[in-house]
């Protein structure tokens, strides 16, 4: 269940830098100076390392999510080591974000 859950998101996260890609250079600090949904929902950003929610540009906000979720996807356990006990729950929170 979890080399699924795992294999999942990879190919959501490798998507995601897909779309980033493309957006480099259309989504400017000028033009995206936040992280939003439409004229109702602004998002900010808040991890383990800086718990106070923040708001960012949007490009800056996808840069960061990139990073963060490299660095929780580049530690994922071998072919023969076990998963750690909050696996899924790491793997929630990288998927909210």
Same mark, same amino acid.
């Given at each position: 269940k979890n080399? &699924?859950?795992a294999?999942q998101?990879? #190919?959501?996260f490798?998507?995601?830098s897909?779309?980033v890609?493309?957006?480099? #250079?259309?989504c %400017?600090?000028?033009?995206?100076? %936040?992280?939003?949904a439409g004229?109702?929902v602004?998002?900010s &950003?808040?991890?383990?390392?800086? $718990?106070? $929610?923040k708001?960012?540009s949007? $490009?800056?906000?996808?840069?960061?999510?990139l990073?963060?979720?490299?660095e929780? !996807?580049?530690?994922? $356990?071998g072919?023969d080591?076990p998963?750690?006990?909050?696996?899924k #729950?790491k793997? #929630?929170? !990288?998927?909210?974000r």
């Open positions: 080399v &699924w859950i294999s998101v990879l #190919g959501i490798d998507e995601v897909q779309v890609s493309l957006l480099d #250079g259309v %400017t600090e000028e033009c995206c100076p %936040t992280m939003n004229k109702d602004v998002y &950003w808040a991890d383990e390392k800086n $718990p106070e $929610p708001q960012i949007a $490009p800056c906000y996808m840069q960061t999510l990073e963060y979720a490299y929780k !996807l580049n530690n994922l $356990p072919e080591e998963f750690p006990t909050d696996f #729950g793997m #929630g929170t !990288l998927l909210k």
